[in-house]
């Protein structure tokens, strides 16, 4: 199987009770599921800052204007279409005051509407719990990376 990088950008959103927001998503190929901040591709001349808050506002409707500057490079290796896909992604951080505030996909694409299966504002300390796999797997040192003085502890913490 090829190995395939495409530059992306994700946003880990928190709300008021510092809840995750997870995207659950089909892979069309095997029919497998997975968790995943939103996020995808960056386009050309786009910013992983600016590719970050498109992608969040597409998926998810949340205002993008959350999204800090700050951004940590993440590597990443997972499968999905058939493709195996390794090589970093940037990683932001926004913040909610409401409790999981609503979510509008009105920018999704025909087939991220098709594979999109729900989402789920996940509390940090859960999320070792998920029933089924969590991308990238050590999402939370990279939540630790973003906001080193949540209550999530070091990176060094795993999951």
Known sequence: MDTTHRPAARVICLD??????????????DGALIWEPPGGGIEPDETPLAAARR?????TGLDPAAVLERGVPVDRDFHWK????????????????????P???????PDEQATLAGHA????SDLATLPDPLEPP????????????GPWGSAADGV
């Open 138 to 149: 050590h999402l939370r040192s990279v939540l630790a990376d973003l906001a080193p003085d």
């Open 16 to 29: 008021a009770a510092e809840r995750l927001l997870l995207l659950r998503w089909r892979d069309p190929f």
């Open 55 to 59: 992608e969040l506002a597409e998926e």
């Open 121 to 124: 504002w996940v509390p940090w």
């Open 82 to 101: 058939g493709t195996h896909f390794a090589g970093v992604e940037h990683f932001f951080l926004a913040r909610y005051p409401d409790d999981r505030p």
């Open 103 to 109: 979510l509008r996909r009105g920018g999704l694409l």
